[in-house]
C-alpha cells in the first residue's frame, strides 16, 4: 500500500476523506460500551463489544469535484462478547452465536450496507432502509459518523448521530484530533430534570476522536465518549458510561467499478431503490416491556406497603416510586380504574403517586376523579395539590388547569386558598425553567397581583400574600411594601415574611428604605414581630454603615423580650461570620454603638445559627429564633433549615409557632401596639422552598376553650404525603447506543407535627415539634440495544427524625423555657446491582449492599437555653414531692 506522510498544509485539493477509485477497503470495527460508579473501570463494569468487519467502497464521484463522493458501508462477520473478560463462563454470550443474540432480522438488517453522501468531508445524506429496527439504525449512524472529518485545523458545525454539534479540528502531521462540544448538540431531548441545583443532576460530557490518516483515507479511527453523572447533594449517588468506537485499516484489494451519473441521489435509486434517505441524527428506542403486569395489578401487589401504618418504612418509598414509574405509561382509563376501586385508608397515598406521575393522562384522570366542589374529599384535594406544589417539573397544562379550578366553585373555603398558594409555587417552578413568558404563567401572575391590589377581604389578602410568597414576583414587591408598612399586624407581618425569601438583587435602597422606616416607627406602631423580621430583612441584604449604625444604636431602647432578640441576632451574625458581620464589626468600633449598657440587655428571647453538616462542597444549616412577648409568653418561634450546594441554596423547611394577645389568660400587660389583638394562636410551614397553608391552632378565647376541651391529644399535621422530590430522566443517543439516565428521590413526610401537654404535677408544658422523613433514592443508567441491555442501579435509604421540643415550666414567673433539638440515630443503606441481559431472556446480575448507622445528636442553642434547661430539669432532692401538696 502506498503509503504518504503529510503536514496538515498537504492534503491537496481534499478537504475531507477520499477514496480511492475502484479499491475496496477492509476495516475491523469495534464498539463498546461498559458502565459503572464514577470510576468506569473495565474490571467493575457491566456492558458489552460489538466487533465486526467492515467493507467501505466508493460507488459514485462528482465529475466536477473529487470532494463529493457517495460511499457504501458494509458490516459483516459480526461478534458480540462481554466488555469484562474476567466474566468466562458467566458471561450470557457464551457459546451464543449472532443469529441468537440479535434475532435474524435484526442482524440482517444489521448487514444491510449503508450510503453516505460525503460533500467536503461532511455528510450531506444518510442512506438506508426505511422500515428498519430503530436500535440497528442507530448503530449504522455511530459507525457512519467516523466517517465525518476535516483534515484542517478549525471549528465547525456538524450534524452526526449526536445532533447539530460545535466541533473543534487539530490537524498534526499524521493525525487530526477532533473534540465535540456535546452540550453544544442541538437534538430533540427526550427527559426532564428539576431546575433546582440543591436537588438537581450534575453531568459531564465528553467525545474526542483522533484520525489517523494515511493517502486521505484513514488508516485507523478510535473514538471515545464519556459521561459521567452525580447527585449535587449526596455525592456517593455518582455513575459513569464510556463508549468507544474502533476502526483499522486492515487491507485494500480490487473493488467494483465506479457508478456513473450527475447526481448522488439517482445513483442510489440505480443501486437499491428501497434506499431513503433517512436522518444521521440518532432517533430515540424504547424497547417493550415484555411479561409486565397491568397497572391494576401492580397496584394490588404493592398497595399493602402504602398503608398510613407502612409509610415510614423504606419499602413503602421503593414501592411508590415503582409504581410512578408505571403510572407514567399509563392510560387515563387505566389509572381512573385504580382510583375508582380503592378505599380511603390507601387513596390518599394513590394520589400522591397520580399526582407525582406528572403525565397528560395522569393529570386528566385526577382531574376526573377529584370534585372539589365537594366537602366530602377534601383530603384528598389538598393531598392532589401539594403534590402539584412539589411536582419536579410542572407544565403549563398544570398550571392551566389550578387557574380554571380557581375561578370555579370549592366546597372547602380551605381548599380554594391551598390552589391559590400551589399556583404561586408553580409559576417560581415555570419562570425558573424558563417558562416565565408562556400564556398560563402571565395569566396567573396577573390573578395573584390583581387580587391583592383589588380585595379587601382580609382573608383574599393573606390568600394572595402566600401565593405571592411562593411566585417571588419582582413585580409583586410594591405591593409587598404596601402591606407590610400599612397593613394590620397579622398582614403586614406576613408580607414581611415574603419579602424575606427574595434573593439580594431584589431588596433594593427603596425596598430598604420601607423596611427601615417599619423597625424604626417613623409612620406607625408596628408590632414587634413585624419589625424584628424588618430588621433581618435589612441585616441579610448588604446593610449599609448607617442602616447598622441605626440599628445598633436602636438596642437598650427597645422593649425587653424584642431588645434582647435583637441583641442575640447582631451576635449571631458575628458567631456565624454571616455577610453583614464584617460591617457589623465595623460599626462596633465606635463606642456609642457598643458598649455595656446597650449590651446587657436581659431576657428570654434569642436567634441561634448552627451546621447540621459541613463539608467542603456543601453545608446544612439550622437557624432557632425565638421572640417573647414582654410577659414571658411564646409570640414567635421559628424553626429554619437550609442545604446549599456552592452558593445554591434550598430552604428545607420552617416552622413558625405564633401566639398573640394572651396576655389576659394571666392577667398581664400587653406589649406597645398589641394592646388589641386578638387571642390566636398557629402554625405557617416552608416544606422544599414551597410555602403551606398556615393552620390555624385557635383564634379568639371562645375558640381556644372550645378546643382545650374537645382536644383529643393527637399531633396536629401541618402535611403528610408522599413527596417525589428530584425526578431526572434523560435519554444519551450514545455512539450508536441509545442510553437512559434516571434518578428518582421520593420521601414520605409527617412534617411538623406538633404535640402539646400539660403536666399538672410539675406545671409543666410540652411542646413538640416533628419532623420524619423515610428518604429514597433510586438511580440508574441503562444502555438498551434491543437485543441486548445493560444497566447500574443505585439506591440509597435512610429514616431520619429531627425533634424540637419546647418545656415551659410555670411554677415561677417569668416562666423558664427550655429548648432541646435532636436528631435521631438513623440507619444509612446503600444498593447497587449491575446487569447484562439478552432479549431471550439469559442474564448476568452483581448486588452490592452496606449499611450503617449514623449517630444521632442533639444541636447546640443559645448559651442562656443551656442555662435555663439545667433549672427546669434540675434533679430533685431526695423525698421531695412532685405533687402540689
Known sequence: MFVYVFQASDFGHTTGLSLNNDRLYKLMYSAEVFLDRGKG??????????????????????????????????IKDVHVESVNQHRGEKSIFKGKNPTEIFGKKNLEALQRPVLLHLVHGKIKEFYSYQNEPVAIQN??????????????????????????????YQAHQDKVIKTKALDSCKIARSGFTIPNQVLGVSSKASFTTTYKIEDSFVVAVLAEETHSFGLNFLQTISGKIVSKQKLE???????????????AAAVVKAVDSKYMALPIVGQIFQSECRRCPSLLEHWHSIRMH????????????????????????????EILQVLKTENK????QLVDAVTSAQTPDSLEAILDFLDFKSDKSV???????????????????????????????????DVRETVMIVIGALVRKLCQNEGCKLKAVVEAKKLILRGLEKTENKKDITMYLLALKNALLPEGIPLLLKYAEAGEGPISHLAVTALQRYEVPFITDEVKKTLNRIYHQNRKIHEKTVRTTAAAVILNNNPSYMEVKNILLSIGELPKEMNKYMLALVQDILRFEMPASKMVRRVLKEMVAHNYDRFSGTGSSSAYTGYIQRKPHSASTYSLDILYSGSGILRRSNLNIFQYIGKAGLHGSQVVIEAQGLEALIAATPDEGEENLNSYAGMSAILFDVQLRPVTFFNGYSDLMSKMLSASGDPVSVVKGLVLLIDHSQVILLSGFPSRHQRHKSRPCETIAVECNLGKHDMKSFVSQIFRVTMVVNGGITVDSSFVKAGLETSTETEAGLEFVSTVQFSQYPFLVCMQMDKDAAPFRQSETKYERLSTGRGYISRRRKEHLVAGCEFPLHQENSEMCRVVFAPQPEGTSNGWF
Open 306 to 333: 402504602l398503608q398510613p401504618d407502612n409509610l415510614s418504612e423504606a419499602e413503602a418509598v421503593r414501592n411508590f416510586l415503582a409504581f410512578i414509574q408505571h403510572l407514567r405509561t399509563a392510560k387515563k382509563e
Open 249 to 263: 485499516l486492515k487491507t485494500t484489494e480490487a473493488g467494483p467499478r465506479l457508478v456513473s451519473g450527475k447526481q
Open 139 to 168: 448503530l449504522k449512524r455511530g459507525l457512519a459518523s467516523l466517517f465525518q472529518t476535516q483534515l484542517s485545523s478549525g471549528t465547525a458545525d456538524e450534524v452526526d448521530i449526536s445532533g447539530d454539534c460545535k466541533v473543534t
Open 345 to 348: 385508608e390507601v387513596l390518599p
Open 41 to 74: 473501570k473495565l474490571q467493575d463494569s457491566v456492558g458489552y463489544r460489538l466487533s465486526s468487519s467492515v467493507d467501505v467502497v466508493l460507488l459514485w464521484r462528482n465529475p466536477h469535484g473529487d470532494d463529493d463522493q457517495l460511499i457504501q458501508i458494509k
Open 379 to 413: 383530603i384528598l384535594q389538598e393531598r392532589f395539590l401539594y403534590a402539584c406544589g412539589f411536582a419536579s417539573h410542572p407544565n403549563e397544562e398544570l398550571l392551566r388547569a389550578l387557574i380554571s379550578k380557581f375561578k370555579g366553585s370549592f366546597g372547602s373555603n
